[in-house]
């Protein structure tokens, strides 16, 4: 008999039940475009429309490897997100501000 995940989790030990949620938040953290859509709840077809395009079109672009910065920040907008693309270093991180405005700068030009 199937049983409910949170109470299975309610049952595990409270040390359990915190390596869980943190091991979880791990993987949360870094994921692919596909995930990050099932994630959220959103279907390849939903996505599609949101994005005015074919689901065929959200199946190809979640399996390239390779891609348009513009296309990955719409996608991610189209799900409620927003893009930042971070440099990380051993001394710290940098936020890379050079493709914020990369939808009105290709509007302009």
Do not use: H, W
Not at 19 to 27: C, H, P
Not at 55 to 64: C, D, G, I, T
Not at 69 to 93: H, N, W, Y
């Amino acid at each position: 008999m199937a049983r409910n995940f949170n109470e299975l989790r309610n049952k595990m030990p409270p040390d359990a039940q915190n390596r869980a949620k943190e091991k979880s938040l791990k993987m949360i953290g870094s994921m692919p475009l596909y995930e990050l859509r099932r994630a959220r709840e959103i279907s390849q077809a939903e996505l599609g429309q949101r994005l005015d395009v074919k689901q065929a079109s959200v199946s190809k672009l979640e399996r390239r490897t390779d891609m348009y910065i513009s296309s990955l920040r719409r996608t991610i907008a189209a799900m409620g997100g927003q893009l930042e693309i971070v440099a990380c270093f051993p001394d710290g991180k940098v936020k890379i501000n050079q493709f914020e405005d990369i939808e009105g700068s290709t509007a302009e030009a």
